[in-house]
């Protein structure tokens, strides 16, 4: 992942966060350090670019481990363009990166996509359901898990960014949605985006026997965000020729030991089972088609988007740990600066 250049001659001042060391365990506030920096003039062919809103992912703990400490800490970011010596990209649109998290990035075109929502489109939905959360959703939905009408679906993290797209789009192939979820707050709120059934998963103590009851006939389509041992229950419960999607494994990106678990080959085996993870970049070639069948949702209000807003640049580490705690609905966002 490209990191920024900062260069202390400059008359721009910037502001990141940088990882101090990889995490142990549950990431810690401590465990980045804000850095004050000016940033070079730019060059023919560069633009600079300042935040409006940062994004906050649960892929960001176990990704983390690939960068150097002391580097900026990954992360998508929308941003608008202050200044352009480019064509391509133009002062004052709003563009995509993932140059961590800083206030302000001189970079070039080839590390940024210009968004162009219509007038009535949130910008910050290039984070969310016109980000990367809505093309994970479609391409884990529509590609792997196949989902055709009457059969049931299972989401987990079914409130997050990811799983209450994918449960909205299920509904509209004409499915049997269940959602699980961490808080009786996310039961409503899953309920209250169309689903047919949903839990809260810390209060299934016996998830056989849920399971059993809300999807008497066997579950068609697994789409996973939170791997560990409530995956492994739900594959005695797959239909034959059932699709799971592996979108993500939350409940395990935090332990100082790596959990082990049930054999899962018996379940693929005697349920001829297909079990595939996944990243949307995959796909990348095929964004402007989910990005369309997003729209087209939207402007039919048949997506329901809820944001989790955090106020302030300072405020990222927090955010970020708040999602790993599971404390947002929706897509967890920070709002840096206002876009009026």
């Known amino acids: ?151 049931t679906v299972l989401v987990t993290s079914g409130a997050g960014a990811v799983g209450s797209l994918v449960g909205q789009m299920a509904k509209e192939e004409g499915c049997h949605v269940i959602g699980f979820a961490g808080t009786d707050e996310k039961v409503k709120y899953m309920l209250s985006l169309g689903f047919d059934q949903a839990f809260n998963y810390k209060k299934t103590i016996f998830v056989d026997q849920i399971l059993s009851t809300a999807a008497p006939n066997g579950i068609d389509c697994y789409f996973d965000n939170v791997g560990g041992s409530f995956s492994s229950a739900v594959l005695n419960h797959m239909t034959e020729f059932g699709r799971i999607a592996v979108c993500g494994c939350v409940s395990t990106y935090n332990a100082k030991i790596p959990p082990t678990g049930p054999f899962v080959q018996a379940p693929i085996i005697n349920k001829q089972l297909k ?50 705690k599971g404390e947002n609905i929706g897509k967890a966002i920070v709002r840096i600066v206002s876009t009026q």
């Open 275 to 324: 079990m595939e993870g996944f990243l949307s970049r995959r796909w990348r070639h095929r964004f402007p088609e989910a990005l369309a069948y997003m729209e087209k949702l939207l402007r039919a209000n048949s997506l329901k988007i809820n944001e989790h807003v955090t106020e302030g640049f300072d405020n990222i580490p927090t955010a970020f740990i708040g999602v790993l």
């Open 1 to 151: 992942m490209n990191q920024i250049v900062f260069n202390t001659m400059a008359p721009v001042n910037a502001k990141r966060f940088v990882l101090k060391h990889h995490f142990k365990g549950w990431p810690k506030p401590t465990d980045f350090e804000l850095q004050e920096l000016t940033l070079s003039d730019l060059q023919d062919g560069e633009i600079l670019t300042e935040c409006v809103y940062m994004s906050v992912d649960p892929y960001m703990r176990p990704y983390s481990i690939n960068i150097a400490p002391g580097s900026t800490m990954i992360g998508g970011q929308v941003a608008r363009v202050l200044e352009s010596k480019n064509a391509e990209i133009p002062k004052g649109c709003f563009v995509f990166h993932e140059l961590g998290w800083a206030t302000h990035c001189v970079t070039t075109p080839t590390h940024v996509n210009r968004l162009s929502f219509s007038a009535d489109t949130p910008i910050s939905y290039g984070l969310s359901v016109l980000g990367m959360p809505g093309m994970t959703a479609y391409f884990g939905l529509k590609e792997i898990c196949q989902p055709k009408p009457g059969e």
